[in-house]
Each structure stands twice: as structure tokens, then as C-alpha cells.
């Protein structure tokens, strides 16, 4: 994580983290706020199915995550967010000893969002982009009192 960023949300990051499936899966936090996540997956026997390459679950679990966690930075402190329906185009084989995605909020709304999310497997200094994916998510903002 480099919460030293400019408006980097810490509460989104450890709320998404705090989460078990989320600290199984060992994701971690490079970017968070203003509608854009980045996060970071190493490669690891138990994430693979072959060796060197992610299997297609963590890949869309990391997109899932990343892209809610762009649309939770939009929201006040406290709103949390659910998804309702993503979608993942694999686009080629995730080979590298890591996978970096990145969102974007396309469409803030008061009830969904909706983000795009890049997926990148990484060797080396390379970043070949292996899946994208829309994730749209039900908006939940604490009511005021």
C-alpha cells in the first residue's frame, strides 16, 4: 500500500482486506480514491493451474475487488458497496509473478456503479493486459442520525 498518496482511502482499503476471502487471496493496495483502485496480486502455487500462470478465479476476484473498491472511494466515509453483476473477458493466458489491475468508475450513480477494471499479468518490467471486466455494484451510503 502507499497511503502516502493524495487522498488515498485507508478505510476502503481495510475494510476490503479485513475481509477473509480478500486476506486469503493476498491482494494489496498500490492506488485508492477518486473513482480509480490499483491493486496487486503475487503469483503463487495455490492461485495457479499450471505453474507460473493464474487460474481464471483469482483473476476475477481481483477485478471484482479493485472495481468495487474504485466505486467505494467515491462514496462517503462509512457507504460500502455490493456487487450485483461483473463480467471478465480473458484474454490471454495470466503468465508472470504477478497480476496489477486497475479500475475506473464509468458511471457514479446514488444507487450502482459501474467500473472498468484492466488486468495485467506482470514479468519482469512487461505488463501484458490478460482480462477486462465491468463490475457493477449496489451503493450502500450510511443514513445520516
Known sequence: MNPSRSGFRQDVADR?????????????FDELAEGRATARLAWRAELSHVPGAFQANPIAALAD?????????????????????????????????????????????????????????VAGEAETLCATSLVTMRNVVPRPG
Open 16 to 28: 476490503v482486506l479485513g475481509l477473509p476471502v480478500a486476506a486469503a487471496l493476498g491482494l494489496t
Open 65 to 121: 475487488f479493485v472495481g468495487v473498491s474504485a466505486g467505494v472511494s467515491l462514496l462517503p466515509f462509512g457507504g460500502m458497496a455490493a456487487t450485483v453483476d461483473y463480467t471478465v473477458k480473458f484474454l490471454c493466458e495470466a503468465r508472470g509473478q504477478q497480476l496489477v489491475a486497475r479500475a475506473r468508475v464509468l458511471r457514479p450513480g446514488a444507487t450502482l456503479t459501474v467500473a472498468a477494471v484492466d488486468t495485467f499479468a
